[in-house]
């Protein structure tokens, strides 16, 4: 199973990918937690990426295809995987689809997981992150049992530098700028499952779940 989740910054995609990913039992894999991973790890990727991380803007398609197909074909990545944030951009999304084709692979679905702007906001400044994992709850639409820790690893949780209001409304613009055109490239594609955002992150799962079938 080859899944990759669309959606604004802040739709859940990567608190559904990790649903996802122990249903199938793939690799969950997320460019924004590989730069973050670069980044805490102070590599050159680590240190390029920050800079236009920290301003809301994607980094550049030079830094960011190259890692993401080295990074699939691990050999975990074998039986599948969910992508979380990858392709952002219609040459990742064709240079995906490229480097599959040559593999006589494909992509098996796209979900996309609609949630209005005003929303996004709420979500993104209440949102805490496992630095340790990658798990992410919400101080109040989906907290961890213990305040401000993991419940998946024990790790302390924090909040991302990238989640302050200014950047956010940055990475949205971007986002409808760059991104939201692959709606309509996996639509025609053939392979686009939409489901509605706003219900309780396990409604939502369960509306993913169905439109996989
Ligand atoms: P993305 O990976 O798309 O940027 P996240 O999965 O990190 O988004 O979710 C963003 C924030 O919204 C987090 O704080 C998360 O806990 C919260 N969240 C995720 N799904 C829902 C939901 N269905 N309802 C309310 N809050 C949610
Ligand atoms: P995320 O964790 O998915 O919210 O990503 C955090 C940040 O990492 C984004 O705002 C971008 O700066 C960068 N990033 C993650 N994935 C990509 C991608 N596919 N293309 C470009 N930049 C990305």
């Known amino acids: ?15 559904q990918a990790i649903n996802i990913a122990k249903e199938y039992d793939i690799p969950h894999v997320s460019t924004g937690d590989i730069f973050r991973a670069n980044i805490k790890n ?7 990426a920050k800079a236009y991380m920290d301003k809301g803007m994607l980094v550049p398609d030079e830094l960011t295809i190259g890692m993401l197909l080295s990074r ?19 040459p990742q999304a064709e240079s995906l689809k490229k480097a599959l084709t040559e593999r006589g692979e494909a992509i098996d679905a796209a979900v996309d997981i609609e949630v209005p702007d005003e929303e996004i906001l709420v979500r993104m400044t209440g949102r805490r992150s496992c630095p340790q994992c990658g798990a992410t709850y919400h101080v109040s639409f989906n907290p961890p049992k213990a ?21 956010v409304k940055e990475r ?20 686009l499952r939409q ?7 396990d409604e939502v799962f369960s509306a993913i779940m169905e439109a996989l079938k």
């Open 1 to 15: 199973m080859k899944i990759i989740m669309l959606g604004a910054p802040g739709a859940g995609k990567g608190t």
């Open 42 to 48: 102070g590599t050159e990727l680590g240190n390029q």
């Open 72 to 90: 699939i074909s691990e050999p975990d990545c074998e039986k599948g995987y969910v992508l979380d944030g990858f392709p952002r951009t219609i």
């Open 147 to 167: 305040q401000d820790v993991c419940d998946r690893c024990g790790h302390a949780l924090t909040q991302r530098s990238d989640d302050k209001p200014e950047t």
């Open 172 to 191: 949205l613009s971007v986002y409808h700028a760059q991104t939201k055109p692959l709606i309509e490239y996996y639509g025609n594609e053939g392979v």
């Open 195 to 201: 489901v509605d955002g706003t219900m309780k992150p």
